[in-house]
């Protein structure tokens, strides 16, 4: 789907998606976060911003061997946590879904009609 101009909901949504995902690989990687948590991104910048974060997690991927390593890290709230890698993968997943449903909403409350999402229709 192409659209003309995305609606100011959905460019917050969206760019917290990529923010939230680029602050997981680097909790994951021991590094400092690049962004900040709700930073909007220019529309022309997510496919890029978004390649780089799924390289990064293919790279943390292929390069463990223990899923259940645990991982220390210190939120945006500067609390200390420490969670299992395969759950910080999921979360991330997670995390991403809640926000894609918020945003179909938004389309549809800003009268565009979304292309479909569901997974098994994608590897159809």
């Keep these: 789907m192409e659209l ?3 609606p ?8 917290h998606i990529l923010n939230a995902h680029h602050i997981w690989n680097m ?5 400092t976060r690049e962004c ?4 909007t991104h220019d529309v022309e910048d997510w496919e890029d911003i978004h390649y780089e974060n799924q390289r990064t997690t293919f790279e943390i991927i ?3 061997d223990d899923f259940e390593k645990r ?7 500067g609390r200390i946590f420490a969670n299992d ?6 979360h991330i997943i997670n995390h991403s879904t809640h926000h894609r449903g918020q945003i179909l909403a938004d389309f549809r409350a800003n ?3 979304p292309d479909g999402l569901d997974y098994i229709s994608y590897k159809r």
């Design 85 to 90: 890698l395969k759950d910080i993968l999921f």
């Design 8 to 15: 100011e909901n959905t460019a917050s949504l969206f760019s």
């Design 111 to 113: 009268g565009i009609e």
């Design 62 to 64: 292929t390069n463990t």
């Design 36 to 39: 900040d948590v709700w930073q």
């Design 4 to 6: 003309k101009e995305v």
């Design 27 to 31: 909790r994951v990687l021991g590094k």
């Design 71 to 77: 991982v220390d890290y210190e939120t945006t709230e």
